[in-house]
C-alpha cells in the first residue's frame, strides 16, 4: 500500500539527525481505513522515541468508493469501513487518542459534522487540553455557519482549497461536495433530510451497531457478498505485504538450490528421457540454466499420440462432474505452490513479481472456470418443449489434440488451453515452448498428482518446426489449439486445412495470434491516468505480450503536454533482474529476440523520432533491450504496422478524433485497443468504430481477467475465440440433438421442466 510506504519514509527521513529539530512536519491520516488505529499508535510510539513533535491531520476519508472497487476487482479485503458511521465512530475514538497525546500532537481535525466537533472540544475540556492547541480544518465555501461558531468558541479553524490548474481543482471540489453531501453525510442529513437535533448528534458507534444489525444489501455491502457465482477470480498477491514478499524470496532460494535438473517427457504418465536435452536459460543471466528438457524425436511424438488415442475413449465416458473435479485440485495444488510457480516464472520467464503472480493466478483461473463451465454443459439442455416428444442438445469431445503454446504466459496459457480441451474429455498432446519448457513439465506433473488418467496429457518437448508440424499434419489429431506468432500460426492454419488419406474428421484450429495494439489518447483525457496507464500497457514484462501497447495516437491539443509527461513518467521505471522485487523492466525472454529488437529500434532511427531511449544495465549475461518511445511515427513505417514484442513504443499524432480513429484501424490485427476520454460521444465512437477484439476504456489495455473479459482477436490475430470466455469451452467439443417420440399408444407424459 502507498500508505505504508508514506508512513515509513516519513519515519525513516524525520528521524535523521538533520531534521531532528526541524523544518515542522506531519502527516494526514484517513480514519475510514480500519487500520487507521494501529497505525497512529505506531506514529504516536515513533514521535515520542524520536522526541519529534509532529502534526496529524485526521480526516474521515474521501476515497471510499475506489478503496472499496479497486480491493472487489482485486478480491482483495477491503480496507475500509463498510458504513458511513462506522467511520464517524473511528474519527471520534481517533480524535480522543491524539488529544490524549497533546504533549507530542498538534492535532488537526479536518470535519464538517457537528457531532464530531462537539465531541472533540467535550473531550478536550474533560482533558484539560487548551482549545488553541489544536485546530479544526474546513473547506473554502461550505458550512460558514459551522465555521462562524467555531470561531465564536474561540479555536483555531482553518479553511483550505485546492492550488494548481482548472480542471483537477475542479474535479477535486465537486468530489468534496458529492462526498460532504452524500446520503449519509451529517449535512445532507441536516439539510436534505430534516434530521431531528438529537438524530444529528446520536453517538455514531450506536447508528453503527443498528446498521450491522439490520445488514440488509444496500450500496455499501461487498459486491462479493451477494456473489453466488460458482466461480471466483483467484486474488492477486499484495506484495505490500512483508509476509508475501517472504514467501517469494524463500521460493527462489529453494529453486536455486535444484536448477539443472533434467526434465524428461512424459508419456502414459510416466518420464520418457531421450537422447538430446536442451538447456533452458535464464533471460537475466544466460551462463544460468534453469533445467535441460528432453527433446522429442518423430518417434516419440507418435508414441504420445497413440497413448492419447487409447485413454480418450475412457477419459470421454468419464462423467463431466468427475473430469471437473481434476481440474480443481489442479487449482488447488498451484494455490499450494504459488510461490513456487512464481520463482521459476521469474527465473526461467523473466517476469517480474506482480506479472509472475498474475500469470500464476491466470492459471489457477482457468482451471476453477472451466471445471465450473463443463458442469454446466454435462447437462444436456431442452432445445425446445413440444408435446410428445423430447429434445435436447449435449456435447461429445472432439478426440486428441495437440496444445502449442508460448512461452510469455508459460503457464496461464498452456493451463488454459490444455485443461479446457482437457475437461471437456479430449486427450492432449502438450508441446509447452523451448524457452520455458521447465514450467511446461511443471503443469503436467500438478495434472498427474491430480489423478489425470495416464495418456490423457502427455508431455513433448522439443522442436516446434519439427515435432510440431509433423503433429499439426498427422491425419490421427482433430484438433489444435495453438499461441503464438502470426507466421507460425498461418502455417499451422494452412496445414490444418489439408485433409489427409485416412483422417476421420476436419480438424478444427484454435489459434490465437499477435497484435499491433493501439490506444488513443483524446484531447480532453484524464492526463493522469493516460499515462500511467500507457506506460503500463506498454512496457509491462518489456512488452512481450500480445495484447501490449504497441501504437499510441494522441490528439494535436494534448500531443506536446502528454508526449513530455509520457517520458518523464518512462523514465523512472527500474530497470533489472526479474527476481529483484523493485524492478518493473527486466531482460527479454532471449538473445535471438534481443538482438531482433535492437533491430528494429535502429531502422526506427531512420523513420521516426527517437524520442526517449532507458538506460540497462551494463550486463552481458543477460539479454536487456533499452525501453524505448518513438514519435513522429508515420503509418507507413515498420514501427507503426509490425509487431515488435519489446519495450518498444511508437507515438503518433492526430489532428481530430477522426485521424485518430482512422490510424487505428490501419493494421492487420484486431487483438486490443483503447481510448481515455471524458467525452460521451467519443467514447461511444469508440465503441463502435476501433477494430478490435478487447477493448478497453479508460484503463490499461493488458491484463484480461478470466470471464470478467474473455480474450481473444480477430483479422490476423486470431479467429475469434475467446479464451476465459463461457464458449471457449465449445470449441473442444461437438454439439449433438437426440430427439425422442414419447408418444406411448396416445399417451403424452409430461417433461420435465
Not at 483550505?160 to 481543482?169: A, M, Q, S, T
Request: hydrophobic fraction near 40%; charge should be neutral.
Amino acid at each position: 500500500m502507498l500508505k505504508d510506504v508514506t508512513l515509513r519514509l516519513f519515519k525513516t527521513i524525520f528521524a535523521e539527525s538533520e531534521f531532528a529539530a526541524g523544518p515542522a512536519c506531519g502527516l494526514a491520516m484517513q480514519a475510514y481505513l480500519k487500520d487507521c488505529e494501529t497505525d497512529l499508535r505506531d506514529v504516536l510510539a515513533w514521535a515520542r522515541e524520536c522526541k519529534r513533535r509532529i502534526t496529524v491531520r485526521l480526516v474521515k476519508g474521501a476515497y471510499w468508493d475506489y478503496e472499496t472497487i479497486m480491493a472487489e476487482q482485486r478480491h482483495w479485503p477491503i480496507p475500509v469501513f463498510a458504513h458511513k458511521p462506522e467511520t464517524d465512530a473511528n474519527f471520534e475514538k481517533l480524535s480522543l487518542l491524539l488529544l490524549e497525546n497533546d504533549d507530542v500532537i498538534d492535532a488537526a481535525f479536518g470535519t464538517h459534522n457537528v457531532r464530531s466537533i462537539a465531541h472533540v472540544l467535550a473531550q478536550a475540556e474533560r482533558l484539560g487540553v487548551v482549545r488553541r492547541n489544536f485546530e479544526f480544518q474546513m473547506l473554502y465555501g461550505m458550512a460558514d455557519p459551522i465555521k462562524a461558531a467555531v470561531l465564536k468558541m474561540d479555536c483555531r479553524l482553518r479553511e483550505y482549497c485546492p492550488v494548481g490548474e482548472l480542471l483537477p481543482g475542479m474535479a477535486y471540489l465537486v468530489r468534496r461536495l458529492l462526498e460532504n453531501t452524500s446520503n449519509e453525510g451529517f449535512l445532507a442529513n441536516k439539510f436534505a433530510k430534516s434530521a431531528s437535533r438529537d438524530d444529528l448528534l446520536k453517538n455514531p458507534s450506536d447508528v453503527a451497531a443498528d446498521v450491522r444489525r439490520l445488514q440488509s444489501p444496500s450500496l455499501h455491502t461487498p459486491h462479493s457478498a451477494l456473489d453466488t457465482r460458482p466461480f471466483r477470480n483467484e486474488a492477486h498477491t499484495d506484495f505490500t505485504l512483508p509476509r508475501e514478499r517472504e514467501k517469494i524470496s524463500a521460493a527462489l532460494k529453494r529453486l536455486r538450490q535444484n536448477l539443472g535438473k533434467r526434465h524428461p517427457l512424459v508419456i502414459n504418465n510416466k518420464p520418457v528421457s531421450t537422447a538430446d536435452w536442451l538447456p533452458s536459460l535464464n533471460p537475466a543471466n544466460q551462463k544460468e540454466i534453469i533445467g535441460h528438457a528432453a527433446q522429442a524425436s518423430i518417434a516419440e511424438a507418435d508414441s504420445a499420440l497413440a497413448a492419447a488415442r487409447t485413454a480418450q475413449p475412457k477419459w470421454a465416458r468419464t462423467p463431466a462432474a468427475e473430469r471437473a473435479a481434476i481440474l480443481e485440485k489442479v487449482a488447488a495444488l498451484m494455490r499450494r505452490d504459488k510461490g513456487d510457480l512464481c520463482a521459476l516464472e521469474i527465473l526461467e520467464a523473466g517476469k517480474n513479481w506482480p506479472e509472475a503472480d498474475a500469470d500464476v493466478a491466470e492459471a489457477i483461473d482457468f482451471c476453477d472456470f472451466y471445471a465450473a463451465v463443463m458442469r454446466d454443459l454435462g447437462r444436456p439442455k431442452r432445445t425446445q418443449a413440444v408435446a410428445g416428444e423430447t429434445n435436447v442438445q449435449h456435447w461429445w469431445p472432439r478426440g486428441v489434440g495437440v496444445i502449442i503454446a508460448p512461452w510469455n504466459f508459460p503457464l496461464a496459457i498452456l493451463t488454459g488451453m490444455a485443461t479446457a480441451a482437457i475437461v471437456a474429455g479430449n486427450a492432449v498432446i502438450i508441446k509447452p515452448s523451448d524457452q520455458t519448457p521447465v514450467i511446461g513439465a511443471r503443469l503436467v506433473d500438478l495434472l498427474i498428482e491430480a489423478g489425470l488418467p495416464p495418456g490423457v496429457a502427455n508431455l513433448l518437448t522439443g522442436p516446434g518446426g519439427k515435432v510440431g508440424a509433423h503433429l499439426v499434419g498427422h491425419p490421427q489429431i482433430d484438433f489444435i489449439a495453438f499461441t503464438g506468432s502470426k507466421e507460425v500460426g498461418l502455417r499451422i492454419w494452412e496445414t490444418a486445412g489439408h485433409t489427409a488419406p485416412g483422417q476421420a474428421n476436419l480438424k478444427k484450429v484454435i489459434c490465437e495470434m499477435g497484435g499491433k495494439n493501439c490506444c488513443i489518447v483524446d484531447s480532453d483525457a484524464d492526463m493522469d491516468e493516460a499515462v500511467v496507464g500507457c506506460i503500463a500497457s506498454a512496457f509491462g514484462y518489456q512488452g512481450q505480450k500480445c495484447s501490449a501497447l504497441s501504437r499510441l495516437i494522441v490528439l494535436a491539443d494534448n500531443y506536446d503536454k502528454f508526449v513530455e509527461r509520457l517520458i518523464a513518467a518512462a523514465g523512472s521505471l527500474p530497470v533489472g533482474p526479474s527476481e529483484q522485487p523493485g524492478n518493473v523492466i527486466g531482460p527479454v525472454i532471449a538473445r535471438d529476440a534481443q538482438q531482433r529488437i535492437l533491430d528494429i529500434i535502429e531502422t526506427g532511427k531512420k523513420e521516426a523520432k527517437l524520442a526517449w531511449q532507458g538506460s540497462v544495465p551494463n550486463d552481458p549475461n543477460a539479454c536487456y533491450v533499452p525501453p524505448t518511445i518513438f514519435t513522429e511515427v508515420p503509418s507507413t513505417s515498420r514501427l507503426f504496422s509490425e509487431e515488435i514484442f519489446g519495450p518498444v513504443l511508437a507515438v503518433s499524432k492526430a489532428k481530430d478524433f477522426d485521424q485518430a480513429l482512422s490510424l487505428a484501424n490501419e493494421s492487420e490485427f484486431a487483438l486490443t485497443g483503447g481510448c481515455y476520454s471524458r467525452s460521451p460521444v467519443n467514447i461511444e465512437r469508440v465503441k463502435a468504430e476501433l477494430i478490435c477484439g478487447n477493448l478497453y476504456i479508460n484503463r490499461t489495455i493488458t491484463g484480461a481477467i478470466v470471464e470478467r473479459q474473455p480474450f481473444g482477436g480477430f483479422k490476423m490475430s486470431g479467429a475469434g475465440t475467446k479464451a476465459g470466455g463461457r464458449e471457449y469451452l465449445e470449441n473442444f467439443l461437438v454439439p449433438r440433438v437426440i430427439t425422442e417420440n414419447c408418444l406411448r399408444r396416445g399417451f403424452a407424459p409430461a417433461e420435465e421442466s
